[in-house]
């Protein structure tokens, strides 16, 4: 009893949520081609063979290579959500999805 801990369902509701919403909307909503996250079939993997082809590509030539890594993890909070909202609006996705949505991650 003294190392008992409670399961909490909210995250798998809000997962199912999102993969709802996202079915929903993934006609309107694209992506870039180089965008390795949150793409069917697409991944790390895809993304480190990427970078190290084009490093292999350039230092063959004799070229210098530098590269920039850019953690974004901690901006989520900072994210301008007005503008958010109005970018999905813009790209076709429904009022009411975005009026769904607002809603949600206000309550969070």
Known sequence: MDNY??????SVISKLFE???LNICVEMLDTDALQFGFN???????AIFTLK???EYFVKRGSSVYVAS????????R????KLYNSLLCA???VIIVDVLCNWYSAL
């Open 40 to 46: 069917d079939k697409t991944g790390c993997a895809d």
């Open 19 to 21: 993969m709802v919403l």
């Open 92 to 94: 076709g996705v429904p």
């Open 5 to 10: 801990q409670a399961i909490t369902l909210s």
């Open 53 to 55: 082809s084009t490093l």
């Open 70 to 77: 850019l953690d974004i993890s901690t901006t989520v909070d």
């Open 79 to 82: 994210v301008n959500h007005y």
